[in-house]
Structures are given as structure tokens and as C-alpha cells.
């Protein structure tokens, strides 16, 4: 279908949420709402990820559309390398700065 003959969507309302039930960034909810041109439906597409995980799920106007539950070796989406409050370096690194404060 040529690109002309399609009518043009235009934004209506665009959010983001923190949902995780521990640890609110760790689970995102986007909204988008969208209408077509000469129509007054509105349509929503949410999309909620678990950065955990990296599960990933889609709805359209309420309905489930997509769901990916590929869970990531190391347990996330994201790179662990730094120094994390739960890893042997970051502990000594913070004993050694305590040590140094207190004298």
C-alpha cells in the first residue's frame, strides 16, 4: 500500500510508569495513545519490561499481542560489571574508604 493512501496517527498521550512491587525501576509500563486522522477511536499500545528478566509483553487497546519471556543469563538487561554494594570489591572499597575516615 503506498505511504500516501495511509492516514496520518497523531499522538494523543504518551507515559511511562515504574510498577516493579519491590523495587519500582525494575519494571516499566509505557503508554502510548494514538488516534488516525478522520477517525474519533482512540487506540493505546502498552508495553510492560521487566529489566530483570527482560520479559516483554504488548497489548493493543487492552488485548495481548506480544510476550517474550527470555530471561537473560546473569539475570538481567543489563551489564552487572560495576561495583554493586553486593560484591566482594565494592565491600572492600567501602571498608577501606570507613577505615580511612574514622583514622
Known amino acids: 500500500m503506498p505511504r500516501s493512501s495511509l492516514p496520518d496517527a497523531f499522538r494523543i498521550h504518551y507515559e511511562i510508569q ?5 523495587v519500582k525501576h525494575a519494571k516499566r509500563r509505557v503508554t502510548f495513545k494514538f488516534a488516525f ?49 553486593h560484591r566482594p570489591a565494592a565491600l572492600a572499597a567501602r571498608r577501606d574508604a570507613r577505615a580511612r575516615a574514622t583514622g
Open 18 to 22: 515504574y510498577v516493579g512491587r519491590t
Open 37 to 85: 486522522e478522520g477517525d474519533s477511536d482512540e487506540h493505546s499500545v502498552v508495553l510492560l519490561h521487566t529489566i530483570n528478566s527482560g520479559k516483554k509483553v504488548v497489548f493493543l487497546n487492552g488485548n495481548q499481542i506480544f510476550e517474550e519471556e527470555n530471561v537473560r543469563a546473569g539475570g538481567g538487561s543489563r551489564s552487572c560489571k560495576g561495583a554493586l554494594p
